[in-house]
T-cell receptor, first 110, second 115 residues
Framework: NAGVTQTPKFQVLKTGQSMTLQCAQD?????MYWYRQDPGMGLRLIYYSASEGTTDKGEVPNGYNVSRLNKREFSLRLESAAPSQTSVYFC?????????FGSGTRLTVV | GDSVTQMEGPVTLSEEAFLTINCTYT??????LFWYVQYPGEGLQLLLKATKADDKGSNKGFEATYRKETTSFHLEKGSVQVSDSAVYFCALSANPNFGNEKLTFGTGTRLTIIP
Protein backbone atom coordinates (compact mmCIF):
# COMPACT_ATOMS: atom_id res chain seq x y z
CA ASN A 1 0.00 0.00 0.00
CA ALA A 2 2.60 2.54 -1.12
CA GLY A 3 0.27 5.44 -2.04
CA VAL A 4 2.43 8.26 -3.42
CA THR A 5 6.19 7.69 -3.65
CA GLN A 6 8.65 10.54 -4.18
CA THR A 7 12.36 10.40 -4.85
CA PRO A 8 14.81 11.63 -3.74
CA LYS A 9 14.05 12.59 -0.13
CA PHE A 10 16.91 15.08 0.09
CA GLN A 11 18.98 16.91 -2.52
CA VAL A 12 21.54 19.69 -2.55
CA LEU A 13 22.15 21.45 -5.85
CA LYS A 14 24.47 24.20 -6.95
CA THR A 15 22.96 27.22 -8.65
CA GLY A 16 22.47 26.46 -12.34
CA GLN A 17 22.35 22.69 -11.99
CA SER A 18 19.36 20.72 -13.18
CA MET A 19 17.47 17.84 -11.64
CA THR A 20 14.24 15.89 -11.88
CA LEU A 21 12.02 14.98 -8.95
CA GLN A 22 10.20 11.72 -9.48
CA CYS A 23 6.71 10.85 -8.30
CA ALA A 24 4.58 7.74 -8.72
CA GLN A 25 1.18 6.74 -7.36
CA ASP A 26 -0.41 3.32 -7.27
CA UNK A 27 -4.01 4.34 -6.54
CA UNK A 28 -5.14 4.74 -10.16
CA UNK A 29 -5.86 8.43 -9.59
CA UNK A 30 -6.36 10.64 -12.62
CA UNK A 31 -5.14 13.92 -11.06
CA MET A 32 -1.63 14.58 -9.85
CA TYR A 33 0.02 17.70 -8.42
CA TRP A 34 3.29 19.26 -7.43
CA TYR A 35 3.33 21.67 -4.49
CA ARG A 36 6.11 23.53 -2.74
CA GLN A 37 6.05 24.33 0.95
CA ASP A 38 7.81 27.36 2.33
CA PRO A 39 7.72 28.70 5.90
CA GLY A 40 4.77 31.00 6.51
CA MET A 41 3.33 30.42 3.03
CA GLY A 42 1.56 27.11 3.27
CA LEU A 43 1.57 24.96 0.17
CA ARG A 44 1.58 26.55 -3.26
CA LEU A 45 0.69 24.70 -6.44
CA ILE A 46 3.43 24.55 -9.06
CA TYR A 47 1.86 22.37 -11.77
CA TYR A 48 -0.89 19.86 -11.99
CA SER A 49 -2.13 17.17 -14.33
CA ALA A 50 -5.85 16.50 -14.46
CA SER A 51 -5.35 13.35 -16.51
CA GLU A 52 -2.73 11.42 -18.42
CA GLY A 53 -1.40 13.55 -21.27
CA THR A 54 -2.42 16.92 -19.84
CA THR A 55 -0.55 19.40 -17.66
CA ASP A 56 -1.39 22.92 -16.49
CA LYS A 57 0.35 25.70 -14.61
CA GLY A 58 -0.47 26.38 -11.01
CA GLU A 59 0.26 29.39 -8.86
CA VAL A 60 4.09 29.35 -9.07
CA PRO A 61 5.22 27.58 -12.30
CA ASN A 62 8.21 29.75 -13.24
CA GLY A 63 11.48 27.83 -13.33
CA TYR A 64 9.82 24.41 -13.47
CA ASN A 65 8.64 21.93 -16.07
CA VAL A 66 6.62 18.76 -15.67
CA SER A 67 5.96 15.53 -17.51
CA ARG A 68 3.01 13.22 -17.02
CA LEU A 69 4.76 10.11 -18.26
CA ASN A 70 1.76 7.83 -17.79
CA LYS A 71 -1.14 7.56 -15.37
CA ARG A 72 1.17 6.57 -12.50
CA GLU A 73 4.09 8.97 -12.90
CA PHE A 74 4.39 12.75 -12.77
CA SER A 75 7.88 14.29 -12.70
CA LEU A 76 9.02 17.82 -11.90
CA ARG A 77 12.14 19.24 -13.52
CA LEU A 78 14.28 22.19 -12.54
CA GLU A 79 16.30 23.16 -15.61
CA SER A 80 18.56 25.73 -13.93
CA ALA A 81 18.20 25.72 -10.16
CA ALA A 82 18.13 29.00 -8.24
CA PRO A 83 18.41 29.64 -4.48
CA SER A 84 14.76 30.79 -4.52
CA GLN A 85 13.82 27.21 -5.34
CA THR A 86 15.09 25.99 -1.98
CA SER A 87 11.97 24.42 -0.53
CA VAL A 88 10.21 21.22 0.38
CA TYR A 89 8.41 19.72 -2.61
CA PHE A 90 5.36 17.51 -2.31
CA CYS A 91 3.76 15.38 -4.95
CA UNK A 92 0.12 14.44 -4.51
CA UNK A 93 -2.68 12.65 -6.27
CA UNK A 94 -6.37 13.30 -5.87
CA UNK A 95 -9.65 11.53 -6.15
CA UNK A 96 -13.00 13.09 -5.25
CA UNK A 97 -11.17 16.11 -3.86
CA UNK A 98 -9.21 14.11 -1.29
CA UNK A 99 -5.47 14.51 -1.68
CA UNK A 100 -2.87 11.84 -0.85
CA PHE A 101 0.61 13.28 -0.41
CA GLY A 102 4.07 11.86 -0.76
CA SER A 103 6.56 12.29 2.06
CA GLY A 104 8.34 15.19 0.37
CA THR A 105 11.70 16.15 -1.13
CA ARG A 106 13.79 18.66 0.75
CA LEU A 107 15.77 20.61 -1.84
CA THR A 108 18.52 23.08 -1.05
CA VAL A 109 20.07 25.22 -3.78
CA VAL A 110 23.38 26.81 -2.84
CA GLY B 1 -9.69 33.90 -6.79
CA ASP B 2 -10.12 31.25 -4.15
CA SER B 3 -8.37 31.77 -0.85
CA VAL B 4 -8.13 30.35 2.66
CA THR B 5 -7.27 32.36 5.76
CA GLN B 6 -6.45 30.52 8.92
CA MET B 7 -5.45 31.44 12.42
CA GLU B 8 -1.79 32.22 12.65
CA GLY B 9 0.31 30.32 15.10
CA PRO B 10 2.09 29.04 16.78
CA VAL B 11 -0.47 27.80 19.28
CA THR B 12 0.69 26.26 22.55
CA LEU B 13 -1.76 24.49 24.85
CA SER B 14 -1.61 22.27 27.89
CA GLU B 15 -2.72 18.67 27.60
CA GLU B 16 -6.51 18.24 27.92
CA ALA B 17 -7.20 21.85 26.92
CA PHE B 18 -9.87 22.81 24.40
CA LEU B 19 -8.62 23.60 20.91
CA THR B 20 -10.00 25.92 18.26
CA ILE B 21 -8.17 26.83 15.06
CA ASN B 22 -10.07 29.34 12.97
CA CYS B 23 -10.40 29.05 9.20
CA THR B 24 -12.36 31.24 6.77
CA TYR B 25 -12.51 30.97 3.03
CA THR B 26 -13.36 32.84 -0.15
CA UNK B 27 -14.58 30.87 -3.13
CA UNK B 28 -17.06 30.97 -5.95
CA UNK B 29 -19.40 28.07 -6.41
CA UNK B 30 -19.71 25.26 -3.87
CA UNK B 31 -16.31 24.24 -2.55
CA UNK B 32 -15.44 21.22 -0.47
CA LEU B 33 -13.50 22.01 2.71
CA PHE B 34 -10.71 20.06 4.36
CA TRP B 35 -8.38 19.97 7.30
CA TYR B 36 -4.99 18.34 6.72
CA VAL B 37 -2.40 17.56 9.39
CA GLN B 38 1.37 17.38 8.97
CA TYR B 39 3.49 15.61 11.55
CA PRO B 40 7.22 16.40 11.70
CA GLY B 41 9.14 15.13 8.69
CA GLU B 42 6.05 13.80 6.94
CA GLY B 43 3.68 14.77 4.17
CA LEU B 44 0.18 16.05 4.77
CA GLN B 45 -2.58 13.64 5.78
CA LEU B 46 -6.29 14.23 5.48
CA LEU B 47 -7.80 14.80 8.92
CA LEU B 48 -11.43 15.51 8.00
CA LYS B 49 -13.59 16.97 5.28
CA ALA B 50 -17.04 18.42 4.56
CA THR B 51 -18.57 18.70 1.13
CA LYS B 52 -21.65 20.87 1.64
CA ALA B 53 -23.09 23.51 3.91
CA ASP B 54 -23.86 22.40 7.50
CA ASP B 55 -21.89 19.16 7.06
CA LYS B 56 -19.76 18.25 10.07
CA GLY B 57 -16.50 16.44 9.44
CA SER B 58 -14.97 14.49 12.30
CA ASN B 59 -11.99 12.23 12.97
CA LYS B 60 -9.77 11.34 15.95
CA GLY B 61 -11.81 13.62 18.23
CA PHE B 62 -11.46 16.62 15.90
CA GLU B 63 -14.53 18.29 14.40
CA ALA B 64 -15.27 21.07 11.94
CA THR B 65 -18.60 22.34 10.60
CA TYR B 66 -19.02 23.85 7.13
CA ARG B 67 -20.69 27.24 7.75
CA LYS B 68 -21.66 28.83 4.46
CA GLU B 69 -23.23 31.90 6.09
CA THR B 70 -19.95 32.83 7.77
CA THR B 71 -17.69 31.13 5.16
CA SER B 72 -15.91 29.33 7.98
CA PHE B 73 -14.63 25.84 8.80
CA HIS B 74 -13.14 26.09 12.29
CA LEU B 75 -11.30 23.07 13.71
CA GLU B 76 -12.12 22.03 17.29
CA LYS B 77 -11.13 19.34 19.74
CA GLY B 78 -12.41 19.03 23.26
CA SER B 79 -9.30 17.62 24.94
CA VAL B 80 -5.94 17.72 23.17
CA GLN B 81 -3.10 15.28 23.67
CA VAL B 82 0.65 15.59 23.25
CA SER B 83 0.35 13.40 20.15
CA ASP B 84 -1.79 16.13 18.49
CA SER B 85 1.27 18.37 18.18
CA ALA B 86 1.60 19.05 14.45
CA VAL B 87 0.92 21.64 11.77
CA TYR B 88 -2.71 21.94 10.69
CA PHE B 89 -3.77 23.20 7.26
CA CYS B 90 -7.22 24.30 6.19
CA ALA B 91 -7.91 23.83 2.48
CA LEU B 92 -10.65 24.07 -0.10
CA SER B 93 -11.35 22.38 -3.41
CA ALA B 94 -13.44 24.51 -5.71
CA ASN B 95 -16.20 22.69 -7.57
CA PRO B 96 -14.79 19.19 -7.09
CA ASN B 97 -17.85 17.70 -8.69
CA PHE B 98 -16.91 19.37 -11.95
CA GLY B 99 -13.38 17.97 -12.09
CA ASN B 100 -11.60 20.90 -10.48
CA GLU B 101 -9.80 19.08 -7.68
CA LYS B 102 -6.98 21.54 -7.07
CA LEU B 103 -6.57 22.39 -3.41
CA THR B 104 -6.03 25.90 -2.11
CA PHE B 105 -4.30 25.86 1.28
CA GLY B 106 -4.09 28.21 4.21
CA THR B 107 -0.66 29.02 5.61
CA GLY B 108 -0.84 26.42 8.37
CA THR B 109 -1.04 26.62 12.16
CA ARG B 110 1.64 24.98 14.27
CA LEU B 111 0.17 23.39 17.39
CA THR B 112 2.28 22.35 20.37
CA ILE B 113 0.77 20.49 23.31
CA ILE B 114 2.62 20.62 26.62
CA PRO B 115 2.24 17.69 29.05
Amino acid sequence: NAGVTQTPKFQVLKTGQSMTLQCAQDMNHNSMYWYRQDPGMGLRLIYYSASEGTTDKGEVPNGYNVSRLNKREFSLRLESAAPSQTSVYFCASTRAGVCTFGSGTRLTVV
Amino acid sequence: GDSVTQMEGPVTLSEEAFLTINCTYTATGYPSLFWYVQYPGEGLQLLLKATKADDKGSNKGFEATYRKETTSFHLEKGSVQVSDSAVYFCALSANPNFGNEKLTFGTGTRLTIIP
